[in-house]
């Protein structure tokens, strides 16, 4: 029987797999990348209780910044969020408050919804087919989409994969 190796973002296609729950509502996510080099000493990941921003991370090169479940701010104007989140980098960090030049990375189905209703569509790595096993941040794995929840996952889908070949 042939393997079949099937890259998707956020599930799989449904008119190919149309008994397969996956999570079908998604949350954008803002990115953001200042070009300056830190000034020394700066932490190299700060987390941001209580506003607009929520992880600043300091590269040698850039200041990079995450906000998630960011939907609000996906319509907002490039210019106007730049200033904006800037803002908050600067007060976090005191730096200079004139916004530096960057770049903006506005996904808006960055990650399914973070809610009951959509966890409960996560499926888990074994599906009804045994060529086809699934891996992602979107596969129930007890953790949220996230990087580790897809690591989780394709370690779950390789397991899985070596169990058949041994049989």
Do not use: Y
Request: glycine fraction near 8%; charge should be positive; proline fraction near 8%.
């Amino acid at each position: 029987m042939g393997r079949l190796f099937w890259p998707c973002r956020h599930g799989p296609r449904r008119s190919l797999t149309p008994n397969l729950s996956a999570p079908d509502a998604f949350r954008g996510i803002v990115n953001a990348h200042f070009k300056l080099s830190p000034p020394a000493g700066l932490e190299p990941m700060v987390g941001v209780i209580g506003g607009m921003i929520e992880w600043i991370f300091a590269f040698p090169d850039r200041i990079s910044v995450t906000i998630s479940a960011a939907d609000r701010f996906l319509d907002t104007d490039r210019q106007v969020l730049a200033e904006q989140i800037w803002a908050e980098v600067a007060k976090v960090h005191g730096l200079a408050p004139d916004c530096r030049p960057g770049r903006f990375l506005k996904e808006r189905r960055a990650t399914f919804a973070a809610t009951p209703e959509q966890a409960r569509k996560r499926p888990g790595a074994q599906t009804a087919w045994k060529n086809l096993i699934l891996a992602g941040d979107w596969i129930d794995t007890g953790l949220p989409a996230t990087i580790e929840g897809a690591l989780r996952s394709g370690f779950a889908a390789a397991e899985l994969a070596l169990a058949q070949l041994r049989l």
